[in-house]
Nanobody, 126 residues
Framework: QVQLVESGGGLVQAGGSLRLSCAAS????????TGWFRQSPGKEREFVAA????????RYAASVKGRFTISRDDAKNTMYLKMNSLNPEDTAIYYC???????????????????WGQGTQVTVSS
């Protein structure tokens, strides 16, 4: 079993950048497919980005492709989401997730994901 803790959220102006971190304990992140989801008030949770267990496959939601980059540092057992060119529509609580199956991360709103962090708030002001 893996425990996930996000950090790095905050308030940023439109056009700015943030880097979210997801620190894991209990098991190594390289044992899982991992990714990021987000949820805004009144909206369904949505997939943002994913990276497979070996780190050689990355997937992004269309809304963030070219602006966000997912990565993983196996030595630190930590996953990251670098977010550039942020806009107010990116405002949400961001959650990191882990599952044995990449499809659970990339397929829909994360209903089949086994492990979740507690979330970190990202607010982008206009």
């Amino acid at each position: 079993q893996v425990q996930l803790v996000e950090s790095g959220g905050g308030l940023v102006q439109a056009g700015g950048s943030l880097r979210l971190s997801c620190a894991a304990s209990g098991r190594t992140l390289s044992s899982y497919a991992t990714g990021w989801f987000r949820q805004s008030p009144g909206k369904e949770r949505e997939f943002v980005a994913a990276i497979n267990w070996s780190g050689n496959i990355r997937r992004y939601a269309a809304s963030v492709k070219g602006r966000f980059t997912i990565s993983r540092d196996d030595a630190k057992n930590t996953m990251y989401l670098k977010m550039n060119s942020l806009n107010p529509e990116d405002t949400a609580i961001y959650y990191c997730a882990a599952d044995s199956a990449m499809a659970a991360i990339t397929g829909g709103s994360g209903g089949r994901v086994d492990y979740w962090g507690q979330g970190t708030q990202v607010t982008v002001s206009s």
